[in-house]
């Protein structure tokens, strides 16, 4: 592991990037990083014990970033590395695949000092393919309720997810960094843990490319739907005590009710009759129309 020369000021910012395997596309996220006209940050890869040429690509970079080696571990202990290398008084998060786009890191880094009351922000995001062409745009999130609560109903609905959160380190440090023994659903489990520590915020200008392709971590649907489900378990006593009930089992029947759908879309229709039946057995009163409506059209052979 290399280490920052102690002499070196303290940045505000530390970015973060894990990286296994990535040689075809960090060279891309580091750009969009050190193009930044905002400038006081270090920026620290994360090699997760990659084989393929990914050393090689951060070596070119020499003093202007700061590489982390280590054996593979997954995305959670990659990102946890950083955090513990991390100096600055806030994290910025960016994925392998993904880039930033101009202004982004300066606006961000704004708006936490004028509100010291948010624990964590994002922005909206362009979600593209390996073409380049525009899926969606990812935009802010509206909510009535506490945040903690919307993000239960809604776990996706920080946008641009990692590749688009600055948080302040010590919340970071204070709601347990990133659960490693989870395989998915990483990100909506700490958001969650930062909401019910602190305030969020969204700039509604997209400044973060997403990029979705076949293989991801979102496409491994069994790994997923268990670590979705654990972490609503988990994070169940983090809700207002009056939401831990009904609230949170129509919240649990939500995530039933997607996977019933996508294994739908799959093939998996014996499976997916089954999401349905935990969806209905969980929140009859809350989910009961909307499940038998997805039956039926299962049943039906209709698309969902």
């Not at 509100?115 to 999130?141: H, I």
Request: some cysteine; overall charge neutral.
């Amino acid at each position: 592991m290399s280490r920052m020369p102690e002499s070196m000021p303290t940045p505000t910012v530390s970015v973060l990037i894990p990286a296994y395997n990535a040689a075809w596309c960090v060279g891309k996220a580091i750009d969009s990083v050190l193009a930044q006209a905002y400038r006081d940050f270090e920026l620290i890869v994360v090699d997760d014990g990659s084989t393929d040429e990914t050393a090689d690509v951060l070596r070119r970079y020499g003093s202007a970033i700061h590489v982390i080696s280590q054996p593979n571990g997954g995305m959670s202990s990659a990102r946890n590395a950083g955090i513990r290398a991390a100096s600055g008084e806030f994290l910025a998060f960016l994925d392998a695949d993904d880039w930033w786009l101009p202004g982004k890191l300066g606006l961000q880094v704004e708006l936490m000092h004028a509100r010291p009351e948010l624990g964590f922000c994002s922005c909206a995001a362009r979600v593209e393919d390996m073409n380049g062409q525009l899926l969606n745009l990812w935009q802010c999130p509206t909510w009535e309720e506490p945040f903690v609560a919307h993000l239960f109903g809604s776990g996706a609905d920080v946008p641009g997810s990692c590749s688009a959160v600055l948080a302040r380190r010590e919340r970071v440090l204070q709601a347990g960094c990133f659960d490693e023994t989870l395989r998915g659903a990483e990100d909506p489990d700490l958001w969650i843990r930062l909401a019910a520590i602190s305030g969020y915020a969204c700039l509604p200008d997209p400044m973060v490319v997403v990029l979705r392709r076949p293989g991801s971590v979102s496409r491994n649907l069994e790994a997923m739907r268990s670590s979705t489900l654990q972490m609503m378990a988990k994070n169940r006593h983090l809700l207002p005590p009056e939401l831990q009930g009904a609230y949170w089992r129509a919240c649990v029947a939500g995530v039933h009710g997607d996977y019933a759908k996508w294994r739908y879309r799959i093939g998996q229709r014996g499976p997916a009759v089954l999401e349905v039946m935990r969806l209905l057995a969980l929140a009859p009163l809350a989910r009961g129309r909307f499940a038998l409506g997805l039956l039926k059209d299962m049943l039906l052979g209709l698309p969902v």
